[in-house]
């Protein structure tokens, strides 16, 4: 199958997958407030948060598999493959056994630290326990993930993913019934997810029918391999991890776990807008890295341009959405309840809209080797989030929990990785703002002014209308986009010009050769560089 068809395929399938997770969650959250309660949830919210930090000892691993395989994949190299692979699940298997060890050894440290009722204690202890148990199998098929990753076999991911969502939205909705049935809940996860284990690693061996896990294969050498392109995961996936799920146990532990909740209704509907976006623009990871490997400095700089525009445009239609008519959703969505959910949307959708428009710029950096700087910008942003929240928690509570999102996140994922990405490539940083990133800001302005008059004259009161607004919304903004951006062609860049002297020969000049750095890509997913969520995964609620 060509490039292109290749492209189009995965984002197909990683678009259809978001869709089942995204419209699971929207289905299940509301249910699970409504007969978990909003306290149970918070302690589920809470148990979710603990597992995505055990989900950091695959060490980077499960990225480092992934970069492998694709390129031993690629080579025909199938005793490469094979050490790959074995390293690889040899270390994943040995890490679940630790996590669950540890997690089992540590339950009374859990009840010390977050006040649960007693009469809780013995339904929550089963559910840490069964949460365990789902950890330790995620960890282990994170390996079959990887390989189909390096596979480039998003369709079959996704042929695994959709069926387990529907599923566990199913059994969800006909087995939850109230606060005690949260063990249910944990007995679906691991049931699920067992599944998806099983039929993630046939597939991998039905796309490498050679692939083989055995003793013979688990040298030094490949370990060593592993764990020195997985290291620098290893720290970008701490500092994500750490930002999204320290905050909530911040929450849980300064204003108490049913504050959790409205947090986790804000960060769901962000989180649905980033996945959108890492669904189409991850699948060019790969892609970039082969441009960066052939030295075709041209098209490297045509899909930073043409595909930032893309990001942008995406970016600020999805965050300006969710500012503007966030608020409506919120309480269509899952009542009045939640109302304080909607003032710590606006703002940390605000922050992340310029983090949003560099995704494929963090991929370009990614597959040129250069994730360093990305991955101690990670650990910046997580610092800063972390110590302000603790700070400003008990006195502004959640909306100052918002600023203190939002401001690390146009610093160290937005602005510091669009400057990384200019120097990459070549191109002058205010020629790509002007160029990939102002068109979409400007289109969103009329959009935005016309919703703010008819939220002022006609509320929102039904879905319907909710559906009109957004509908609304998108039209006018996609048509600024066509008259803006089509009637300015590549071609007037001057980054790509400079591209094309550089290439016209077939080589690369040493200035441009100089500017790109090594060759090094790292595999990025439907749910982007960090471990996905466990428990707090949309289909979990």
């Given amino acids: 199958m060509g490039t292109k068809k290749a492209i189009r395929r995965n984002v197909v399938w990683n678009t259809a997958g978001l869709v089942a997770e995204t419209g699971a969650g ?87 630290v977050f006040d649960i009722p007693p009469p809780q204690h013995e339904t929550v202890q089963l559910a840490l326990q069964l949460v365990a148990v789902q950890l330790a199998l995620f960890l282990v098929s994170t390996g079959f993930d990887a390989t189909l990753w390096g596979c480039q076999r998003f369709d079959w991911l996704n042929m695994v993913d959709i069926p387990a969502v529907v599923l566990r939205t199913g059994l969800t909705f006909a087995l939850v019934r109230s606060p005690e049935d949260m063990p249910t809940l944990a007995w679906i996860a691991v049931g699920v997810t067992a599944g998806t284990c099983v039929a993630k690693g046939v597939l991998c061996y039905r796309a490498v029918p050679g692939l083989r896990v055995r003793p013979r294969y688990l040298t030094r050498d490949s370990l060593r391999e592993l764990f020195h392109f997985g290291s620098w995961n290893l720290v970008t996936n701490v500092a994500v991890v750490s930002r999204r799920q320290f905050t909530i146990l911040l929450i849980g532990a300064l204003l108490g776990v049913m504050w959790t909740a409205p947090f986790s209704v804000a960060e769901r509907l962000l989180g649905a807008a980033t996945a959108a976006l890492v669904a189409v623009t991850g699948v060019l990871t790969p892609y970039a890295t082969s441009l960066y490997a052939t030295g075709r400095v041209d098209a490297q700089r045509r899909l930073f341009l043409e595909g930032g525009r893309v ?11 969710l500012i503007v008519l966030g608020g409506p959703l919120i309480n269509l969505w899952v009542g009045a309840a939640m109302a304080p959910a909607a003032g710590l949307l606006i703002v940390i959708a605000a922050g992340e809209m310029l983090s949003g428009t560099q995704h494929i710029t963090k991929g370009m950096v990614v597959a040129a080797g250069q994730h360093r700087a990305l991955a101690l910008c990670s650990i910046l942003d997580a610092a800063a989030v972390c110590g302000i929240t603790a700070v400003v928690c008990p006195v502004y509570g959640l909306q100052g929990i918002g600023w203190a999102i939002a401001i690390p996140a146009v610093l160290s994922r937005g602005v510091a990785p669009l400057v990384q990405g200019c120097r990459l490539v070549g191109v002058g940083v205010w020629e790509y703002i002007g160029y990939s990133i102002a068109p979409a800001v400007l289109c969103c302005l009329l959009p935005a002014a016309v919703l703010w008059v008819l939220l002022g004259t006609f509320p929102v009161d039904s879905w319907a209308k909710l559906v009109a607004y957004g509908g609304l919304y998108t039209v006018l903004f996609g048509a600024g986009l066509a008259i803006l951006v089509l009637r300015r062609p590549l071609k007037g860049s001057s980054a790509v010009a400079e591209s094309r002297q550089d290439t016209h020969d077939g080589r690369v000049s040493p200035g441009a050769e100089a500017s ?3 060759v090094d890509g790292q595999p990025v997913n439907r749910t982007g560089l960090a471990p996905p969520d466990l428990l707090t995964s949309p289909t979990a609620g």
């Fill in 311 to 321: 990001s942008a445009a995406m970016a600020v239609l999805l965050t300006s959405l």
């Fill in 26 to 112: 929207f289905l299940v959250l509301p249910y699970l407030i409504v007969h978990l309660g909003q306290e149970v949830y918070g302690v589920w919210i809470v148990l979710g948060a603990l597992m995505g930090y055990f989900g950091l000892l695959d060490l980077g691993i499960r990225g480092a598999v992934g970069r492998h395989v694709a390129f031993y994949h690629s080579r025909g190299d199938q005793e490469g493959l094979n050490r790959t692979l074995t390293g690889g699940m040899t270390f994943l298997s040995a890490v679940a056994v630790a996590a669950v060890a540890a997690i089992l050894a540590g339950q009374s440290l859990f009840f010390q």
């Fill in 516 to 518: 790109l750095g090594s």
